[in-house]
């Protein structure tokens, strides 16, 4: 069989990012999503000319620090500080039946973004994938702006495949001081068998080491270090060894 491990939040911080290559160095992580609205994505971009052999797609951030775009152009997606509206906000309004984002603001937002990764690149993304929450018009956007830019959609992908597996599926919500006592790793081991009934499977972490810039910018920090210890476990490597896992990226399956 085969399994697609993909790290999200590539670029997020610099922590991040060294945790995310060292998966990609010593571990099992199969490709990731390149965040390009942050302070650390141009370090982030820079270390991926030394990982030629990774696969990066694009992880667009709509919660967290500034917008590509200018905020004057997306008023309804930024507080008056022309930082990004959390998602906590956004899922607020998604439980009250509101779409929390004007379609002409995320959708200049979702081009722009992906724009700033070929800037920063070089080239375009192998995959866009949409960051901690959906409303119908993120999906919307994601699909068209991938559709014109000639990019596979992830949502799109995961349908068209019928990927499954473990998305996270070790976290408790919400995530608070207690997400360190979490053990990734051993869930990994004791599901295995659920990725080995599938010719697919499909994995998806959060893994990195924990710095300032994480703790202010995102509730899923601590738990970093869990998932980089899962994806860069000598356990699970012998597992995926014994059973002749294949592993592969998103950008893998779709050459198939």
């Known amino acids: ?7 999200d939040d590539y670029g997020l911080t610099n922590g991040v990012t060294a945790g995310i290559l060292e998966g990609f160095r010593d571990g099992v992580v199969t490709c990731t999503g390149f965040m390009t609205n942050l302070s650390s994505s141009p370090y982030a971009a820079q270390m991926m000319r030394e990982y030629s052999f990774a696969s990066f797609g694009e992880d667009v951030n709509l919660c967290a620090g ?4 200018d905020p004057s152009d997306i008023p309804h997606m930024v ?7 959390s998602s906590h906000q956004k899922h ?7 779409e929390p984002l004007p379609y002409h603001e995320v959708r200049l937002e979702v081009e722009n973004q992906l724009k700033r990764f070929i800037e920063l ?7 866009l994938n949409g960051h901690a929450f959906r409303s119908p018009n993120f999906s919307r956007a994601l699909e068209e702006v991938a559709s014109q830019y000639e990019v596979p959609c992830m949502d799109s992908v995961i349908k068209e495949y019928d990927l499954k597996g473990f998305e996270g599926s070790w976290y408790k919500m919400p995530m608070d001081s207690s997400q360190i006592e979490l053990d990734p790793e051993s869930y990994f081991i004791d599901h ?8 697919i499977s499909f994995v998806v972490c959060h893994p990195g ?25 000598k356990k699970i490597r012998r597992l995926i060894e014994q ?4 592993l592969i990226s998103v950008q893998d399956l779709l050459q198939l």
């Open 121 to 127: 690149t070089g080239r375009k993304p192998a995959y």
């Open 192 to 199: 295995f068998e659920e990725l080995l009934s599938r010719d």
């Open 1 to 7: 069989m085969k399994l697609i491990i993909r790290a």
């Open 79 to 85: 507080d008056e500080n022309g930082i990004f509206l």
């Open 92 to 98: 607020a309004a998604l439980q009250k039946g509101i």
């Open 209 to 233: 080491y924990v710095d300032w810039d994480l703790m202010n910018i995102s509730s899923f920090n601590t738990v970093r270090m869990r998932d980089l210890q899962m994806v860069t476990s």
């Open 243 to 246: 059973y002749h896992v294949e």
């Open 66 to 69: 500034r917008p590509v775009s």
